[in-house]
T-cell receptor, first 113, second 118 residues
């Protein structure tokens, strides 16, 4: 158990819909990262937050948005969903910036039909 | 820009044998971290081993060890006495600051799929 909690674990929805994925980092971790992993693909970095502020953006679509709340949990919002958005979405956390490993949640598997 | 390359998309090893997975990276920074993560069929991302760039000694974790060559920007993973449970996708990852942007860069390689043959 990494200590990072992601909900929901599985989600099936239709094209055009909107979903919210939630992540609770390990206790004490200030940094939260979101990654997308499509089938048989690597990890695509989406966005990073540190202590409530956005720190870095990857190839995140405009239809996607995220935020980190004062209690440090984070949400990734995916809207106007397309079939190609079907993927495993990982949240990871670390204590701070620049140092140490990332601890990953179990992921949220999104299926868009 | 920092990049991470894993030149072996797939590898296989006989059970109980040793296998080495390759990773190279590119950075102009001097202080950074390197990691190997394992992703079994369950898709969970599991940290296998970490290496701080300022440490000359290669990291080891039980049957897993690394060969860290800082000058060559190489970071290979050696798995000894391979077991069936080692079958997984292995990702090499780099973490370090970008002096130009102060970004906290965490970059993953494309992965190497390891099969273990009984």
């Amino acid at each position: 158990d990494s200590g990072v909690t992601q909900t929901p674990k599985h989600l099936i929805t239709a094209t055009g819909q909107r979903v919210t994925l939630r992540c609770s980092p390990r206790s004490g971790d200030l940094s939260v990262y979101w990654y997308q992993q499509s089938l048989d693909q690597g990890l695509q970095f989406l966005i990073q937050y540190y202590n409530g502020e956005e720190r870095a953006k990857g190839n995140i679509l405009e239809r996607f948005s995220a935020q980190q709340f004062p209690d440090l949990h984070s949400e990734l919002n995916l809207s106007s969903l397309e079939l190609g958005d079907s993927a495993l979405y990982f949240c990871a956390s670390s204590v701070g910036l620049y140092t140490g490993e990332l601890f990953f949640g179990e992921g949220s598997r999104l299926t868009v039909l | 820009a920092q990049t991470v390359t894993q030149s072996q998309p797939e590898m296989s090893v006989q059970e109980a044998e040793t296998v080495t997975l390759s990773c190279t990276y590119d950075t102009s920074e001097s202080d950074y971290y390197l990691f190997w993560y394992k992703q079994p069929p369950s898709r969970q991302m599991i940290l296998v081993i970490r290496q701080e760039a300022y440490k000359q000694q290669n990291a080891t974790e039980n049957r897993f060890s690394v060969n860290f060559q800082k000058a060559a920007k190489s970071f290979s993973l050696k798995i000894s006495d391979s077991q069936l449970g080692d079958a997984a996708m292995y990702f090499c990852a780099y973490r370090g600051p970008s002096m130009k942007t102060s970004y906290d860069k965490v970059i993953f390689g494309p992965g190497t799929s390891l099969s273990v043959i009984p």
